[in-house]
């Protein structure tokens, strides 16, 4: 019983401080993913489209479609974009409407055409 | 005022007499009318003259007849005061309940007739004055109970009750000839008061003998373990005003029998016959609750809770005699008083119960607490007066059986009062054994309540129950009567301490009732409450909530919603608890007492038993019956086969028999 | 033209939403938090678990986990909605007294991982109207935090600032 105790003020306060501060290891926990758009072709997005299983990405014209709701965090968008998309690190995402978790990206690259 | 209380005594056997002759035109509803009328004022007249000489204090003697026949003595003493009011509540709300619950017919008729003179023979038993008419009374009382249980003679199971009841009745009878034989003749008379007068002149020996085996011979009328196998199987099987009739006025008759002998006619008998009728009454009280919370059948469930209650009351007598001994005469006085209290308390709310026993059975059509279920909505009266009739015999504040039981353990308590320390180690013992049947009558009536009442109905009798035509008037009548003993308990205990002074010529009001309508255990510096100011707190606190709730609740609609039951697809009935599993934390601590017999059958032995039904049987072994009465009864039998020879029918033999006799009453006398 | 038309439908629901996040406000202090698992892997459930371990500890904000649902504020949805678990939801939704609100945990619960099919609904708010939404898989606790606290309005929420276009100006 007492082990606790000792344990306890060995290793002091071990409760995460949030709200009033958030631990510094939050960013690097699974996150959504984001994109540069210089880099995003149309050709590139439809293979991400394809990549996710989860169906978070879908394309609308020049325009990615992420779904944050549906986004799992595996990581496949990332391996198939390459440079072009890496961990957002934002894992605080709750939302108040399902809207606000839809997220627009607009797809700036040009296409290489041979 | 004693001329008063005789003649009104006079009168409600008067009455009974009347309505014993108008059941005989109980094949009309008329007739049935007019007895129930007729029973009705006669026990408005015993239960004003119980009162009234509970009160007064004081009795007085008559005597009837005279000339060849012989004369009879009545003595109406205070100490059956109580009995009598008893027995005057108990005919009133059997009366009141009888025309709406018998169907007219040739069997009502008889059963109405035998009924009515069995309480004229139990009013007889209590105002009986001398040995003959005390026995008389009491045999005759017993074979009217018998032809009452045997209202339905042609059902299963009827017949051998009534034969359990009458076998074992005199058996007891015999005991209790015996035990006035024996005062009888060393006193020199057949008058109860000239007995009691010359108590002294009985000696030791012949005391304890005399003493026990009246205890025996009237425990086996009050249902005291080991006598009580006749209980649970006959109070079930009469019909319900009998069974109420039974249990809350037959079995106080031995109470009152016991009480006749360790107070009046043997008074300041040495302390171990207290504590012998202690243990026994302790005994039974724990037994008595054990197997009632077995019991799936209403009535037999309430029977053995009789013999719980009878445990109860013969355990406070059993105290009250053994503090008399050590000298503690105001503690034992106390404890009279509340065994006459408790006897009338049980009295009253078994009446109500087993009135209220036989309503459902009508209503639903069963009384197998597994197949009851939600009839507070089928049938609100009842359950509201059920309610105060189980609140009041699990002994819950305010109600009456709150009071009595409080004042049993606070007599109990002071057990360390006395000199002797294993006497006062076994009154604690007991203390703490009445304690254990307190908690687990809770248990019991809340099951007894519960099950029937609450939750869904079980089967489909139970949910189409209907309380179109059922009575209603006796258990309120008798519900009131609860309520009133309980938060007038000081009026009532005032009577009964001038009951107590006449029995132990002690008074003991200083000691019992302070201002403030507060009761104290004989002693003023013990425990003290008092049940009129708790019943006013309790109200007081149950309606500022209530109060608070009504002016603050939300104004517009509110939603009911179904009840939750953990998202199941669909609840069923059978998904509840049944009586018998609600017992079952009882059931397996008292495993090594029940003894049981569990048979179980699998239709297969796939362990999710997908394959068809289980079959769980489970059996309570009856001890008593098995260890105690066989081997006595094969006993009897292998003497009565070893003795058959010498009734050979062969005539010669028999002269030989006349001619050895006579051989011998000539030596003898010569 | 005159502005007594009766409310649409989304405008109604926008409004009972606004008055339910109000009156969970009310509860800020205190919470009470019922889970119904509408056919989950469970690993939200452990993240929910891990909730009232001390590193996390949400009784220190004042929410408690409650199992019946007569007794909660919040019922925290997980799952994705399949139709044998409808009787379920809709059962402890019912049971939930008003004021209540729902907050749907977990990529599955929003419509990811599963697709509507005829054994799924695809997303709770297919079958109850859902207040908060957690995305993740699973969310951690710290974002389950976030979530309970937006509900009670202790916090505000971020994701309508986010913005995943990297190239964009107003990049965090």
Not at chain 2, 66 to 74: I, L, R
Not at chain 2, 536 to 559: C, E, K, N, Q, W
Request: glycine letters at 10%; hydrophobic letters at 50%; one cysteine or more.
């Amino acid at each position: 019983m007492a082990s606790w105790f000792y344990r306890g003020l060995r290793r002091g306060i071990v409760t995460t401080r949030y709200p009033k501060q958030l631990d510094e290891w939050a960013t690097t926990l699974p996150s959504p993913p984001a994109f540069h758009s210089e880099r995003l072709t149309v050709e590139l997005v439809d293979q991400l489209v394809a990549s996710c299983d989860s169906g978070a990405l879908s394309r609308d014209e020049r325009q990615l479609r992420v779904d944050l709701g549906r986004c799992t965090g595996c990581g496949r968008c990332l391996q198939a974009a390459g440079g072009a998309a890496k961990a957002s690190g934002e894992p605080l995402l709750a939302s108040l409407t399902r809207q606000a978790l839809i997220k627009i990206v607009p797809i700036r690259g040009r296409s290489q055409t041979p | 005022m004693t001329h008063a209380i005789a003649g009104l005594v006079i009168a409600a056997a008067a009455a009974w007499l009347a309505a014993a002759t108008t059941a005989l035109a109980a094949r009309r509803e008329a007739g049935l009318r007019g007895s129930a009328a007729c029973a009705l004022v006669g026990g408005a007249c015993a239960a004003v003259a119980g009162a009234l000489l509970a009160i007064h204090g004081s009795g007085t003697t008559l005597r009837l007849g005279g000339g060849p026949v012989g004369a009879a003595t009545f003595r109406i003493a205070p100490l059956a005061a109580p009995f009598i009011l008893l027995i005057g509540l108990v005919a009133a709300a059997n009366a009141l309940y009888g025309p709406r619950y018998h169907e007219t017919g040739a069997g009502t008729c008889a059963y109405l007739l035998v009924y009515h003179l069995a309480l004229v023979a139990s009013l007889a038993v209590l105002v009986a004055g001398d040995v003959v008419a005390f026995l008389v009374a009491w045999e005759s009382m017993a074979l009217l109970c018998y032809l009452v249980i045997l209202r339905h003679h042609q059902r299963t199971g009827v017949a051998r009750a009534g034969f359990l009841f009458i076998a074992l009745s005199e058996i007891g009878f015999l005991l209790i000839v015996l035990a006035f034989a024996i005062l009888a003749t060393q006193t020199g008379s057949l008058d109860l008061a000239t007995i009691a007068a010359r108590s002294h002149r009985v000696s030791g020996a012949w005391r304890s003998a005399a003493y026990l085996t009246a205890l025996a011979g009237f425990g086996f009328k009050a249902g005291l373990v080991p006598f009580h196998i006749w209980l649970p199987a006959a109070h079930p099987v009469a019909p319900a005003d009998g069974s109420a009739f039974l249990s809350g006025l037959v079995i106080k008759l031995g109470v009152y029998g016991i009480a006749l002998f360790g107070f009046t006619l043997l008074p300041g008998g040495p302390a171990w016959w207290g504590l012998v009728t202690m243990g026994l009454g302790a005994a039974s009280a724990v037994l008595g609750i054990l197997y009632a919370l077995m019991e799936r059948d209403l009535k037999r469930f309430l029977a053995y809770s009789s013999i719980e209650n009878i445990g109860i009351i013969v355990t406070a007598l059993g105290a009250g005699m053994a503090f008399t001994a050590y000298g503690q005469r105001a503690i034992g006085t106390f404890l009279l008083i509340v065994a006459l209290y408790h006897s009338v308390n049980h009295g009253v709310y078994k009446t109500l119960l087993f009135l209220e026993a036989g309503v459902i059975e009508h209503a639903a059509g069963t009384r197998n607490l597994d197949q009851l279920g939600g009839l507070i909505r089928r049938l609100p009266r009842t359950a509201v007066i059920c309610l105060i009739g189980t609140v009041a015999i699990a002994a819950l504040p305010p109600l009456n059986g709150f009071v009595s039981e409080w004042m049993l353990f606070q007599g109990l308590f002071q057990g360390f009062r006395i000199p002797s320390h294993v006497a006062g180690i076994l009154i604690v013992v007991a203390g703490a054994l009445i304690a254990l049947t307190g908690g687990l009558a809770i248990n019991a009536f809340a099951r007894a309540y519960g099950i029937p009442f609450l939750g869904m109905p079980r089967s489909r009798t139970a949910a189409r129950a209907s309380e179109h035509r059922q009575p209603v008037a006796g258990p309120a009548l008798l519900a009131g009567a609860c309520v009133f003993l309980g938060i007038g308990a000081p009026l009532v205990l005032t009577a009964l301490d001038r009951v107590a002074r006449a029995t132990t010529g002690l008074d003991i009001r200083a000691e019992l009732l302070v201002p403030q309508l507060t009761v104290i255990p004989a002693h003023t510096d013990f425990a003290g409450f008092s049940p009129t100011y708790l019943a006013a707190f309790l109200i007081a606190v149950t309606a500022v909530p209530i109060l608070i709730y009504l002016a603050g609740r939300p104004r517009g609609t509110s939603r009911r919603p179904p009840v939750w039951d953990g998202g199941i697809l669909n609840f069923k009935a059978r998904m509840q608890y049944t009586a018998t599993t609600h017992a079952n934390p009882v059931r397996v601590t008292f495993e090594p007492l029940y003894r049981p017999h569990i048979d179980l059958e699998r239709a297969s032995d796939d362990p999710a038993g997908r394959s068809g039904p289980v079959h769980y049987r489970f059996q309570v072994t009856p001890i008593f019956e098995r260890y105690l009465y066989r081997p006595v009864i094969w006993v009897v039998r292998r003497a009565a086969d070893l003795a058959r020879p010498i009734q050979s029918g062969d005539v010669n033999l028999y002269l030989l028999y006349v001619f050895i006799v006579v051989l011998i009453a000539y030596a003898v006398y010569e | 033209m005159s502005n007594d038309a009766p409310m649409l439908e989304d405008e109604l629901a926008a409004v009972s939403a606004r008055l339910r996040r109000e009156a969970l406000s009310v509860f800020g202090r205190s919470l009470h938090i019922r889970t119904v698992d509408t056919g989950s892997c469970a690993v939200c459930e452990s993240e929910i678990r891990l909730l009232a371990a001390p590193h996390y500890d949400l009784h220190r904000l004042g929410f408690f986990f409650t199992p019946a649902p007569r007794h909660a504020d919040l019922l925290m949805v997980t799952g994705p909605a399949v139709r044998a678990a409808d009787n379920l939801l809709l059962k402890a939704y019912a049971a939930t007294p008003d004021p209540k609100a729902v907050i749907a945990v977990g990529a599955c619960a929003l419509g990811g991982v599963y697709p509507e099919d005829d054994l799924i609904h695809g997303a709770v708010d297919r079958v109850v109207p859902v207040d908060i939404f957690v995305p993740g898989c699973p969310p951690s606790p710290l974002a389950l935090l976030q979530g309970l606290l937006v509900a009670v309005g202790r916090l505000g929420e971020r994701v309508s600032a986010l913005s995943l276009d990297l190239d964009d100006g107003r990049l965090r």
